[in-house]
T-cell receptor, first 113, second 115 residues
Framework: GDSVTQMEGPVTLSEEAFLTINCTYT??????LFWYVQYPGEGLQLLLK?????DKGSNKGFEATYRKETTSFHLEKGSVQVSDSAVYFC????????????FGSGTQLTVLP | DGGITQSPKYLFRKEGQNVTLSCEQN?????MYWYRQDPGQGLRLIYY???????QKGDIAEGYSVSREKKESFPLTVTSAQKNPTAFYLC??????????????FGPGTRLLVL
């Protein structure tokens, strides 16, 4: 079945540091890939997505590239801010899953001033 | 403003009691979903509905029930058969016609605690 493996957290960085959160996946067919962000006590918000190989999703300075050869969708940001502190979830939707999302376990990011 | 509302924000359940979590959307979406989130874990799908009057079990449906009588509403009942209901419950919706590329939009969640 489909699965998503995320880099274990928590991750603690200083403001303006470079961020990478690793995500790899196993899926049937050609999945779409998503990064969601969850702020404390809230629901999930879509951060970015990519729907085919070599697509790059980007939003608010975050980027992730759909790499089919390595089955990866790593999240990066060049300079994090304190306001980026949240939990980040990698997810996939595959053609065989009736539009269900399969989530990774989430990575807690804390950015210190 | 279009969006998804969930109520209540916090819910307390006594032993043997059924409780119902509300989810309403005004996005005109056909598909709706319920997820459960436990600390330090990803989201797991409980039930989903692709159209009014139809719904399907997800990965962890035991102890839960749903209904979809209106397009805008997808309430979740946590029954007494669910032995470990303490969790954060998230409702989501999507357009329902775009296949695997669809974005799911999430509500703010309901935290269920057992007394």
């Amino acid at each position: 079945g489909d699965s998503v493996t995320q880099m274990e957290g928590p991750v603690t960085l200083s403001e303006e540091a470079f961020l990478t959160i690793n995500c790899t996946y196993t899926a049937t067919g050609y999945p779409s890939l998503f990064w969601y962000v969850q702020y404390p006590g809230e629901g999930l918000q879509l951060l970015l997505k990519a729907t085919k190989a070599d697509d790059k999703g980007s939003n608010k300075g975050f980027e992730a590239t759909y790499r089919k050869e390595t089955t990866s969708f790593h999240l990066e940001k060049g300079s994090v801010q304190v306001s980026d502190s949240a939990v980040y979830f990698c997810a996939l939707s595959s053609s065989g899953s009736a539009r269900q999302l399969t989530f990774g376990s989430g990575t807690q990011l804390t950015v210190l001033p | 403003d279009g969006g998804i509302t969930q109520s209540p924000k916090y819910l307390f359940r006594k032993e043997g009691q059924n409780v119902t979590l509300s989810c309403e959307q005004n996005l005109n979406h056909d598909a709706m979903y319920w997820y459960r989130q436990d600390p330090g874990q990803g989201l797991r799908l409980i039930y989903y509905s692709q159209i009014v009057n139809d719904f399907q079990k997800g990965d962890i449906a035991e102890g839960y029930s749903v209904s979809r009588e209106k397009k805008e509403s997808f309430p979740l009942t946590v029954t007494s058969a669910q032995k470990n209901p303490t969790a954060f419950y998230l409702c989501a919706s999507s357009i329902g016609t775009s296949g695997r590329q669809e974005t799911q939009y999430f509500g703010p969640g309901t935290r269920l605690l057992v007394l």
